[in-house]
C-alpha cells in the first residue's frame, strides 16, 4: 500500500528529526542513555577531550560563598581634593608660633597685674597734701615697672603672626577693642603724672590737664581688667 | 508569561536598590563640647560631608569635616583649637563606621573609628538614634570622645586646663543618593 509505505515513512523520518533534535539535551540531562556503552565511551571521550559544559563538568553547587564587604566610601567620593586632605607644615609652625606668643602675652599680662596694684595701692601716699617725695618715688617706679611689664605683654600680642583670611568675631574683638582704650591710657596715666610731680616739686598745686592723672589711671585699670575678663568669662 | 516575569523584575528593583543602596550626607550638625572652670564651650561646624553605602542590611559610613569649619563664636579661640589639634597639619576629621541599616526609627549601635588631629581612635558600641523623616534618615547621637584619646594636650586659660572629657555631638540628616 503506498499510503502505508507513505505514512511508514512519515513516522520514520518524524522520530529520526525528534532525535536528532533531543539528543543534545538528553545526552546532558539524563543518565538513561548510559547504559549504552558505546554511547557512555563517547560522551566520556567527549568530556576528557575538553570544552565542556562548566556545569557538567562539576555538578555539584558552587561552595557558599559570603557577599562580598561593602566598598568603603573614600574621601574623594565625599568630594574633598587631594590639596584639601593635605595638611601644611608651615602653616601649623606659623600656628604654633602664634599661640606660643599669645600665652606669653597672657602670661606677661597677668603678671603685670602685680605691678599695677602695686602703683595703685602707692597712689594715696603720693597726693599732693599727704604724700611726700619718697613716697611719691617709690608710686613713681612702680609706675614705671608697670608701664614696662605692660609695653612687653603688648608687644607679643602685636608681633603675634596674623593668620590670612581670619575675620576676628567673637569677644575677642571687645579684647582688642578694650586695648586701645587702656593703651592709650598706658601712654598719658606716666606722662600726666610726671607732669603732677613735677607741679608739686615746684611747689605748685596740681593743675591744669595734670589734675587727669587720677581719673585717666582708674579709666586705664578698668579697661585692663574688663580686657582680662573678655577672654576669661563668657557673656 | 513573559510579560509577567518582566513585571515581577520591576516590581524587585526599588527593593533591590534599597538593599543596596547608597545614601548622601544632606545636612549635618557635629559639635564638640569643652568644659573650663569659667565657661564652657561649644564649637560646631555644618561643613561636613558624608557617604554611606549599603550592602545587605549593612552600611559602611564615612563622614569628614574641615577642623576649621569648627565655629565656637570666638575666632581667637577657634585658631587657637585649630592650633592644639594640628589641624594645619591635618586639616580633616574623618568618623568611619559600620552600621546597620535601620529600616524604621531605631536605636543602632555602632562601631566607630575617628581620624583626628593625626591619631586614630575607636568607640566600639556607640548608641545612635535613628528617625525616618519622609524619605531621610536623621542619625544623631553623641560620640564620647577625650582629649587624651587624640594625644591632644588639654588647653589652658589663665593657666587653668579644659577639662579632658570633650563629647561630640553628631546630629545628620542622609538623603538616598
Known amino acids: 500500500m503506498p499510503m502505508d509505505d507513505f505514512r511508514q515513512t512519515l513516522r520514520k523520518l518524524a522520530a529520526a528529526v525528534l532525535f536528532l533534535t533531543l539528543a543534545p539535551v538528553l545526552r546532558a540531562d539524563s543518565d538513561e ?3 549504552l556503552p558505546s554511547l557512555q565511551a563517547a560522551l566520556e571521550t567527549s568530556a576528557d577531550q575538553g570544552n565542556p559544559d562548566p556545569e557538567q563538568a562539576n ?14 566610601p573614600s574621601l574623594q567620593d565625599l568630594g574633598f581634593t587631594p590639596e584639601q586632605q593635605i595638611g601644611s607644615v608651615e602653616r601649623q609652625a606659623l600656628l604654633d608660633k602664634r599661640t606660643r ?18 602703683t595703685l595701692a602707692t597712689a594715696g601716699g603720693a597726693k599732693e597734701h599727704e604724700g611726700g617725695s619718697s613716697q611719691r618715688n617709690l608710686h613713681a617706679a612702680l609706675g614705671l615697672v608697670t608701664a614696662a611689664m605692660y609695653i612687653a605683654t603688648a608687644s607679643y600680642a602685636i608681633r603675634a603672626p596674623k593668620i590670612e583670611g581670619m575675620r576676628t568675631r567673637g569677644q575677642i574683638r571687645w579684647h582688642k577693642a578694650l586695648a586701645w582704650v587702656h593703651g592709650v591710657g ?34 586705664t585699670v578698668a579697661a585692663y581688667a574688663a ?9 | ?9 520591576l516590581l524587585a528593583v526599588p527593593a533591590i536598590a534599597r538593599a543596596n543602596g547608597q545614601w548622601v550626607l544632606e545636612r549635618s550638625t557635629l559639635a564638640y563640647h569643652v568644659s573650663h572652670p569659667l565657661h564652657d564651650t561649644d564649637g560646631v561646624s555644618h561643613a561636613a560631608r558624608g557617604k554611606a553605602v549599603c550592602r545587605s542590611g549593612e552600611c559602611e559610613v564615612l563622614v569628614a569635616a574641615p577642623v ?10 577657634d585658631l587657637h583649637m585649630v592650633q592644639v589639634v594640628d589641624g594645619a597639619r591635618y586639616p580633616l576629621v574623618s568618623v568611619r563606621l559600620r552600621a546597620p541599616e ?58 587653668v586646663p579644659v577639662k579632658n572629657d570633650m563629647p561630640i555631638r553628631v546630629d545628620t540628616v542622609w538623603r538616598p543618593a
Open chain 1, 227 to 235: 580686657a582680662i575678663a573678655t577672654v576669661a568669662i563668657k557673656f
Open chain 1, 59 to 72: 555538578p555539584s553547587p558552587p561552595p557558599e560563598t559570603p557577599p562580598p564587604a561593602p566598598s568603603q
Open chain 2, 1 to 9: 508569561m513573559i510579560r509577567l516575569r518582566c513585571l515581577l523584575l
Open chain 2, 68 to 77: 576649621k569649619s569648627f565655629d565656637s563664636g570666638d575666632s581667637n579661640r
Open chain 1, 101 to 118: 606668643m599669645l600665652k606669653i602675652h597672657q602670661r606677661l599680662g597677668l603678671i603685670t597685674i602685680i605691678p599695677f596694684v602695686a
Open chain 1, 186 to 219: 598706658m601712654v598719658l596715666t606716666p606722662i600726666l603724672g610726671a607732669m603732677a610731680r613735677n607741679q608739686l616739686d615746684n611747689g605748685e598745686k596740681v593743675h591744669g590737664i595734670a589734675k587727669a592723672h587720677s581719673t585717666v589711671a582708674a579709666i
Open chain 2, 102 to 159: 535601620a529600616k524604621d526609627s531605631a536605636e543602632i549601635h555602632c562601631d566607630l573609628q575617628i581620624e583626628f588631629a593625626g591619631k586614630t581612635a575607636t568607640y566600639p558600641q556607640v548608641p545612635f538614634t535613628v528617625t525616618d523623616e519622609g524619605g531621610e534618615r536623621r542619625i544623631s547621637g553623641t560620640i564620647p570622645a577625650k582629649l587624651s584619646d587624640f594625644g591632644i594636650p588639654p588647653p589652658s586659660l589663665l593657666a
Open chain 1, 33 to 35: 542513555w548510559r547504559f
